[in-house]
């Protein structure tokens, strides 16, 4: 019988793009899905009802036969780390023999993008587990600047004048797709960039060609950008992760470009224009 692999998150960005590609290439899967009447029906695949990450009896009935497991990052939350240590834990009780992680580029312990000292820590623990993984540390997608835009057309954020070498989620998904069925990357932590990167007022340019209107980038203070966020009402660890998602470009941490997507998939990354220009749909809302 042929190797299965199971897709968390089926129905997602990233998960539902994995799958199609997997499908497409005559793979078996599992998909799984809090919502399985949402997810995609596909050849050789067999939805699941998934399971929150923090329930491991349940975890363990959706991982069941599967070989490889695509472990989509959870949505942020306190608990997170433990959410995907337990999926993890899981998915190797119910005999999964390898694991790919969606984590975040620049991941450390103390780096600025709070949401990615979870990733390093989870990276941590897949790797002490002894199981065969690959981590794509996935930088910011280019699906982010046309939504970080406001109704007035301001991107508002304090990136200064640091860089992004944002990436498109097909490629994401294309370099998932590859490793989860092709052992040559296996323990190996692969930085997922854009074959260049540019600053929030260049993505504000490529994006007033595009939509025929005048988008710009505001640089804020640090201080400013909590207090503009404030009328959201989200939780302190959330409104922490939103902002310093740009004092980490700030800081250069998310400018260094990898060369992986090619390496692994044999054809150039998306640059942001590329990607605007494929993907309309992203800007929409943005056209007046």
């Not at 240590?85 to 899981?90: L, Q, Y």
């Not at 587990?129 to 280019?142: E, I, Q, S």
């Not at 970080?148 to 954020?157: H, L, N, T, V, W």
């Not at 660890?237 to 310093?244: F, K, L, M, N, Q």
């Amino acid at each position: 019988m042929s190797p299965i692999v199971a897709v968390t998150g089926a129905t997602g960005n990233i998960g539902g793009r994995v799958a199609r590609l997997l499908s497409a290439q005559g793979v078996s899967q599992r998909l799984l899905s809090r919502n399985p009447a949402a997810l995609p029906d596909l050849p050789g695949a067999t939805n699941v009802q998934g399971a929150d990450y923090s329930d491991a009896t349940a975890l363990r009935e959706a991982f069941a036969g599967a070989d490889t497991l695509l472990l989509v990052s959870a949505r942020e939350s306190v608990n997170r780390v433990h959410e995907h240590t337990t999926a993890i834990d899981a998915a190797i009780a119910a005999g999964v023999r390898r694991i790919v992680y969606t984590s975040f580029f620049g991941a450390g312990p103390d780096c600025t993008f709070t949401f990615g000292r979870d990733h390093w820590h989870t990276e941590q623990h897949l790797q002490s587990t002894g199981v065969p993984f690959v981590v794509l540390r996935d930088n910011m997608y280019a699906s982010a600047p046309p939504a970080m835009a406001g109704e007035d057309g301001a991107i508002r954020g304090p990136a200064g004048d640091g860089a992004v070498s944002m990436v498109a989620l097909d490629d994401i998904a294309a370099v998932a797709a590859r490793v989860l069925t092709d052992s040559a990357h296996d323990g190996q932590v692969l930085d997922i960039t854009g074959p260049e990167a540019i600053t929030l007022a260049e993505a504000a340019r490529q994006l007033s060609k595009v939509t025929g209107r005048e988008i710009t980038y505001v640089q804020e203070t640090e201080d400013e950008a909590y207090a503009s966020r404030a009328h959201y009402n989200a939780p302190e660890y959330e409104v922490a992760g939103w902002v310093t998602s740009y004092t980490a470009i700030a800081a250069g941490e998310l400018a260094p470009v990898s060369d992986a997507v090619a390496r692994v998939t044999g054809r150039p990354a998306q640059t942001f224009a590329e990607y605007l220009a494929a993907n309309p749909g992203s800007f929409a809302h943005l056209v007046k």
